[in-house]
């Protein structure tokens, strides 16, 4: 038997449903806040993601999957979104128009060799926006509700923002020296990765799993204390408009994100059962530049798929997925099996979920597969009645049975399904003609 690989996930039965639920909530939201769908390649230059996201990171170090395709050219499969909507805004000159900022959003796989455990895969799915060309806090903070929101619509109320700002460049710079001469003298102490991140990227020391827990971590350097005006005044906008939106935030000066091109506002998506960020994103208002398009700032996040349905089902908030048919229809012969090929098709083309025997089971079996869909009907045809027009309609739940015109069955579910309560009698055509 081949295995699926290390890392990766068949979806499938209930959580397959669970997870495509999830996406029609999130492509109904999108579309109330006028977000674009995008997609962009799966694969694309390696160049790209060492270069964009930044040769200090560990998914771009570390965790790529890179290969050398028949062309002999170096493609990667892209470890996050971000960078392949940036490099498609560049390419396709979306800033040539008027229509500054462009809002889009993406949902597909990404790649990055990591230690697969729970909530950690090497295939993993993100959801995510990104709005190019405004510097407007209001942009952070809509950007940051719509996270917020899509989860509220989901169920999880207990979703916290955790947020915080890294100013900008001269704010940063300042912060960095300040925390190399606090951890230089611990040095020694660091784990090895911090060791590398004390001159490639010191900012990544203060979310170290490994260090963080630390004594001396407590009296570390904060980031908002050295924030410039500017940055401080972006900062106190964001919150204040995240306040209007009423979205539950807590300032956490440990977000420090581990992405290098990340600006002023970072923030991660946390619910108060589940230490793993569902989420996470910010402003980065240099990569446009960085990848040779113009100057543009941006901001965005991306929440992991697999962790979002994962955590939904384990709280059983799933009353929204589907998890029944609406009728089973049951046959025994071949002049019965014809009436169902057709009822199936005019149903289903009615708006109904409707399933019928494939394999010439018998009817014991057909109710038990019935059963096992959890059909609110089962439609029974039998040819002495087919040759009176007639039909019998069984609730699976109430098991009350009457026989009904085969004509008016889209009616009798509209009525006895759908929303609309038309009254018309389906026992008898004389009388519905009247
Ligand atoms: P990141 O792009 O690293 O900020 O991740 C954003 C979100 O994607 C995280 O909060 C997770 O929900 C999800 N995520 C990141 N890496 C993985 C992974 N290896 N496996 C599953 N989900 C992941």
Not at 162 to 188: M, T, V, W
Not at 261 to 276: A, G, K, P, Q
Not at 360 to 374: E, G, I, M, P, T
Request: with cysteine; charged share 30%; glycine share 6%.
């Amino acid at each position: 038997m081949i295995s699926k690989p290390k890392g990766t996930v068949d979806l499938t039965d209930k959580k397959a449903r669970c997870w495509k639920y999830v996406e029609e909530v999130i492509d109904s939201v999108m579309e109330k806040y006028n977000y674009n769908y995008i997609r962009t390649p799966i694969f694309e230059a390696s160049e790209l993601f060492h270069r964009g996201i930044g040769d200090s990171t560990d998914i771009v170090t570390k965790e790529t999957y890179d290969f050398k395709d028949r062309g002999d050219r170096s493609i990667t499969l892209r470890p996050e979104g971000t960078a392949g909507v940036v490099r498609s805004y560049i390419e396709n000159k979306m800033y040539g128009k008027n229509n500054l900022p462009v809002k889009v959003y993406y949902n597909g796989t990404m790649y990055r060799y990591e230690r697969p455990q729970k909530g950690r895969l090497r295939e993993l799915s993100q959801y995510g926006v990104e709005v190019l060309g405004s510097t407007d806090p209001m942009m952070d903070a809509e950007v940051i509700s719509l996270a917020y929101n899509i989860n509220k619509m989901l169920g999880l109320t207990d979703t916290v923002v955790h947020i915080n700002s890294l100013g900008d460049k001269e704010s940063r710079d300042k912060y960095r020296e300040a925390l190399k001469s606090y951890f230089k003298p611990h040095l020694d102490d660091l784990c090895d990765d911090c060791k590398e991140r004390f001159d490639k990227n010191p900012l990544r020391i203060i979310d170290c799993k490994i260090d963080s827990n630390k004594d001396y971590f407590k009296d570390a350097p904060n980031i908002l204390d050295y924030l410039n005006k500017e940055s401080k005044e972006h900062f106190e906008k964001v919150c204040e408009y995240l306040d209007i939106l009423e979205v539950k935030y807590v300032i956490d000066p440990k977000i420090v994100r581990g992405l290098d091109y990340y600006n002023h506002t970072v923030f991660e998506l946390m619910t108060e059962e589940s230490n793993l960020a569902l989420g996470g994103g910010g402003r980065y208002d240099n990569l446009v530049s960085t990848l040779d398009g113009p100057e543009t700032s941006c901001v965005g996040y991306a929440v992991g798929l697999d962790r979002l349905v994962d955590l939904l089902m384990e709280k059983e908030l799933t009353t929204n997925v589907r998890d029944y048919i609406d009728a089973f229809i049951m046959y025994v012969n071949e002049d019965e099996k014809k009436n169902a090929i057709y009822l199936a098709n005019e149903l289903r083309m009615s708006g109904f979920v409707v399933e019928t025997e494939y394999t010439k089971k018998s009817l014991k079996s057909q109710f038990k597969r019935a059963d096992y869909f959890n059909s609110k009907y089962l439609i029974l045809l039998n040819s002495d009645d087919l040759n009176e027009g007639l039909v019998t309609i069984k609730n699976n739940k109430t098991k009350e049975e009457e026989k009904i015109m085969m004509e008016y069955i889209i009616y009798y579910f509209d009525e006895h399904i759908s929303d609309d309560n038309l009254p018309i009698d389906y026992h008898n055509h004389d009388e519905e003609e009247v």
